[in-house]
């Protein structure tokens, strides 16, 4: 018999409102690669939204849609949710993983990373990277013939961000006209949610220290993003205004992997921007916290606010998988072995 938390997690499971072109967008991204969320277009988003939604009611569906094919994800910094959840989410859909770890020698030091993309992809049908510059995943992709995914770098977390929108599109139904906050570091996962919440129409509004603002080119391309799509990208440097009516607030570390040597320096500066139960009294009543995890207990956000009844956390983390199995299926051209597309096609 199924759990009480599986039903509940089916009944949460809404698809994304708008009308949404998932073949269209499986015929375009055949190919390609994701390294930037700006890489996809507003329907692309709303589609791998829509068939993660999908994928995640209906796994059966789609077991044996990417039957044989092999991914390789080459990681230059530690992992939990990201290796685990492109592992299952391949072996779930009949493909196979294979681990490289370059966790002690950067890629490109042993030999150019144009050569490795010119040897793996003669192996494996797609490349997933995890990478320390954005620099190495955009090089990979500009040498190798078969798809190349960001992973994380220290730019952009675009898969992350992907996830995180599905789970607010399950949690309120749809996401368009939201009031999105995040509150840290403004780095890379501040980056992919910036650019997705653009794609989707979310108001977003980003709190950081003075020193730790976004990047001027995303924020100059989610504000040419939001006019498109009628919503607004706000930036401060005062996280209890930016709090003020958010139906979500999210925070990521305040030292992200690469900066540890800048944490003693950096904890009493992000120290005004943790996420607390008064910051979460200043949010709308049914607001959500979220975080990217892992997190710093008691850093960034306080227990009571990350075990508590407001935290969609673990749903996030859940999330990452049934997201990126929708990504994976539309760049290796999947949907062409799945029936209920077959008809459509
Ligand atoms: N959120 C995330 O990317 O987690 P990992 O670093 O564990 O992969
Ligand atoms: N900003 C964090 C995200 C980890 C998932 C980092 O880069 O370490």
Redesign the pocket.
């Known amino acids: 018999m199924a759990s009480k938390a599986f039903l509940e997690k089916q009944e949460r499971a809404i698809p994304v409102q708008q009308d949404v072109d998932i073949l269209s967008a499986a015929a375009r991204l055949a190919g390609e690669d994701l390294c930037s969320i700006a890489d996809l277009s507003s329907g692309e988003v709303r589609a791998i939204l829509k068939l993660g939604h999908d994928i995640k009611v209906n796994p059966r569906e789609y077991r044996h849609a990417l039957d044989a094919k092999q991914m390789v994800l080459m990681f230059e910094k530690?992992?939990?949710?990201?290796?685990l959840s492109f592992e299952t989410g391949i072996n779930t859909l009949g493909g196979n993983a294979v681990f490289f770890d370059h966790t002690n020698s950067p890629l490109g030091e042993r030999e150019s990373i144009a050569d490795v993309a010119r040897n793996v992809e003669r192996w494996v049908d797609i490349i997933v990277l995890r990478t320390y510059a954005h620099d190495t995943i955009t090089e990979m992709a500009a040498n190798s013939r078969v798809p190349v995914v960001n992973a994380?770098s220290d730019f952009e977390?675009p898969c992350?961000a992907l996830a995180d929108f599905m789970t607010l599109d399950e949690h309120f139904g749809n996401v368009a006209g939201l009031n999105f906050t995040y509150v840290g570091d403004g780095n890379n996962v501040c980056h992919s949610l910036m650019l997705t919440g653009a794609q989707l129409g979310v108001n977003v509004t980003v709190a950081t220290p003075r020193g730790y603002s976004p990047d001027i080119e995303i924020v100059t391309r989610s504000r040419e993003i939001c006019e498109e799509n009628k919503c607004r990208l706000t930036l401060v440097q005062d996280p209890q205004a930016a709090a003020e009516g958010a139906d979500a607030i999210y925070t990521d570390v305040c030292v992200s992997m690469g900066y540890e040597h800048e944490s003693t320096k950096r904890a009493p500066i992000f120290r005004p921007f943790q996420v607390n139960e008064a910051l979460m009294q200043r949010a709308s009543g049914n607001a959500v916290f979220m975080h990217?995890?892992?997190a710093r207990r008691n850093a960034e956000v306080t227990d009571a606010v990350l075990d508590g009844p407001q935290s969609i956390v673990f749903d996030q983390a859940e999330n990452r998988m049934h997201a990126q199995k929708a990504l994976l299926l539309l760049l290796l051209g999947g949907l062409a072995n799945v029936a209920s597309f077959q008809s459509k096609g």
């Open positions: 530690a992992s939990l949710r990201t290796r994380l977390h992350q990217c995890l892992p």
